[in-house]
C-alpha cells in the first residue's frame, strides 16, 4: 500500500523501512506483481506515477524505457527522497511532486498513468473522483496500470487474504494514520469512466493482481462488469 490520499496519513514514518516490511510480509510478491507487464510498457512515453513508494518500480521502468519521461507524485517527502535517489540516474527523465494525486492532472501528453497498490489507501468517494478526474483529463489510448489487493471469490487463500488486508489495514493505521479499512472497488469506476481492461494477471491465490485499462474514450462505458476474459497481442495474462 502507498500513499497519496485526501485523508492524509503520514507515510514519512514508515519510508525507511517499507522496503523490508514488504519483503517480510510477502517476500518479492508485490514488486514481482508491480512489474508482471514491464515489458508491455516499451512504446509508453509519458507517465504519471502514483505513489510508487521509494520508486523501485519506476527505477525499473526508466531502465527497460529509455524513451519514457516520468512525474511521480506523493505526499511524503521521505518517500520522494527515496524515489529519487533510486531513480538519480535518469533524474533527466523526473519530475516529482509533493501533492496529492486528487490535486494533479495529467499532461495532455501523458499516455501511461501507473498505481500501484495506492489506490486501497483510498475511500471508495476518493476512487471514483480521481478515475473521473484522469479520464477527463486523459486521451483515449492511455493506459492505466494498476496493482492492487483482492479478496478472491472463490479460493482456498479466501481465508488468508481476508485475514491479512485486515491485517495490513490496521497496521498502517498504527503506523500511518491511515483510516481506510476496506477495499475499494476500482472496476466499475474505470469501466463507467470509458476505460476498459485489456490484460490481467494474479497471483498468491487471487490475493494480489496487475492489470492494464485503455481509456477507449470519454464517454460513459455501457459495461457494468469488465469483460471475463481478455486479451492483447503484446501483453501477457497470467
Same mark, same amino acid.
Given at each position: !500500500?502507498n500513499?497519496?490520499?485526501? $485523508?492524509?496519513?503520514?507515510?514519512?514514518?514508515?519510508?525507511?523501512?517499507?522496503?523490508?516490511?514488504?519483503?517480510?510480509?510477502?517476500?518479492?510478491?508485490?514488486?514481482? +506483481?508491480?512489474? &508482471?507487464?514491464?515489458?508491455?510498457?516499451?512504446?509508453?512515453? &509519458?507517465?504519471?506515477?502514483?505513489?510508487d513508494?521509494?520508486? @523501485?518500480?519506476?527505477?525499473?521502468?526508466? @531502465?527497460?524505457?529509455? $524513451?519514457?519521461?516520468? /512525474?511521480?507524485?506523493?505526499?511524503?517527502?521521505?518517500?520522494? @527522497?527515496?524515489l529519487?535517489?533510486?531513480?538519480?540516474?535518469?533524474?533527466? @527523465?523526473?519530475?516529482?511532486?509533493?501533492?496529492?494525486?486528487? #490535486?494533479?492532472? =495529467?499532461?495532455?501528453?501523458?499516455?501511461?498513468?501507473?498505481?500501484?497498490?495506492?489506490?486501497?489507501?483510498? /475511500?471508495?468517494?476518493?476512487?471514483?473522483?480521481?478515475?473521473a478526474?484522469?479520464a477527463?483529463?486523459?486521451?483515449?489510448?492511455?493506459?492505466?496500470?494498476? #496493482?492492487?489487493?483482492?479478496?478472491?471469490?472463490?479460493s482456498?487463500?479466501? *481465508?488468508?487474504?481476508? +485475514?491479512?488486508?485486515? !491485517?495490513?489495514?490496521?497496521?498502517?493505521?498504527? +503506523?500511518?494514520?491511515?483510516?481506510?479499512?476496506?477495499?475499494?472497488?476500482?472496476? !466499475? =469506476?474505470?469501466?463507467?469512466?470509458g *476505460?476498459?481492461?485489456?490484460?490481467? &494477471?494474479? #497471483?498468491?491465490?487471487?490475493?494480489?493482481?496487475?492489470?492494464?485499462w485503455?481509456?477507449r474514450?470519454?464517454?460513459?462505458?455501457? &459495461?457494468?462488469? =469488465?469483460?471475463?476474459?481478455?486479451? #492483447?497481442?503484446?501483453?501477457?495474462?497470467?
Open positions: !500500500m500513499t497519496l490520499q485526501a $485523508s492524509k496519513p503520514d507515510f514519512d514514518y514508515v519510508a525507511s523501512v517499507y522496503r523490508w516490511a514488504e519483503y517480510l510480509a510477502l517476500g518479492s510478491q508485490l514488486q514481482s +506483481t508491480r512489474k &508482471h507487464f514491464l515489458s508491455a510498457l516499451n512504446e509508453r512515453r &509519458h507517465a504519471l506515477i502514483l505513489g513508494g521509494d520508486g @523501485r518500480f519506476l527505477a525499473s521502468l526508466l @531502465r527497460s524505457n529509455r $524513451s519514457l519521461s516520468a /512525474t511521480a507524485v506523493d505526499t511524503s517527502k521521505r518517500m520522494l @527522497r527515496l529519487k535517489k533510486r531513480c538519480a540516474e535518469m533524474d533527466s @527523465r523526473l519530475v516529482t511532486m509533493q501533492a496529492t494525486a486528487q #490535486s494533479v492532472q =495529467p499532461s495532455a501528453c501523458t499516455d501511461l498513468i501507473v498505481s500501484h497498490f495506492f489506490l486501497d489507501c483510498l /475511500t471508495q468517494q476518493e476512487v471514483d473522483s480521481l478515475v478526474q484522469i477527463n483529463c486523459c486521451r483515449p489510448g492511455t493506459w492505466w496500470l494498476i #496493482s492492487e489487493f483482492q479478496i478472491p471469490p472463490r482456498p487463500w479466501r *481465508f488468508f487474504a481476508k +485475514t491479512y488486508i485486515r !491485517m495490513l489495514y490496521f497496521a498502517f493505521f498504527v +503506523t500511518t494514520g491511515l483510516c481506510v479499512r476496506q477495499l475499494p472497488e476500482t472496476r !466499475m =469506476p474505470l469501466s463507467s469512466a *476505460f476498459e481492461r485489456v490484460a490481467y &494477471h494474479q #497471483s498468491l491465490g487471487g490475493l494480489l493482481y496487475s492489470e492494464i485503455e481509456l474514450s470519454k464517454a460513459v462505458s455501457t &459495461h457494468t462488469q =469488465p469483460p471475463a476474459t481478455m486479451g #492483447s497481442s503484446t501483453l501477457n495474462e497470467g
